[in-house]
């Protein structure tokens, strides 16, 4: 099958497919005419790709989860590694995001979000030092129209 038919079954686009060959993921067969050829395995291991990818997991990881996916002596714990530091991660930038909007939340509060010019977010975003805020004065092109 052409990589048209490859990305409507995969549920990826082609440009991603050839992402993926360019770096070693996939290896469609090719036709006589140089056109990849996609076969059923490749479809599959690009839905595998795409979950794996839906789930945090980065190239690199997917490389390795294919690589133990084929193996049959693999071992689950290797598995269950990787799953398991995927999900140290998230929860590491959970922490990360939640810090960042009760930061925002603060700024935002102390905002009196009124007609004046005062707005801790912008002093905040800044520096906080008050020398250093003074308005930035970037030129906007005008348009007639």
């Known amino acids: 099958m052409n990589i048209g038919e490859a990305s409507r079954r995969s549920g990826l686009p082609p440009k991603t497919i050839r992402y ?6 996939v290896r469609p067969a ?23 990818r839906s789930l945090g997991f980065s190239i690199e990881e997917a490389r390795r989860l294919l690589a133990l996916y084929a193996d ?4 689950s714990e290797d598995v269950r590694r ?12 959970i922490e990360e995001l939640m810090s960042l909007r009760k930061a925002l939340s603060v700024l935002a509060e102390q905002c009196p979000g009124d007609s004046g010019p005062d707005c801790p977010i912008l002093e905040e975003i800044a520096g906080g030092d008050t020398a250093a805020s003074a308005p930035l004065r970037i030129k906007t092109p005008k348009f007639d129209g």
Do not use: C, P, T, W
Request: overall charge positive; hydrophobic content about 30%.
């Open 20 to 25: 993926y060959e360019e770096v070693g993921l």
């Open 30 to 52: 090719r036709a006589q005419n140089g056109y990849r050829d996609y076969r059923e395995r490749d479809v599959h291991l690009l839905r595998f790709l795409q979950r794996s």
């Open 72 to 75: 049959d002596q693999r071992h």
């Open 82 to 93: 990787m799953a398991s530091g995927r999900m140290a991660e998230i929860d590491r930038k």
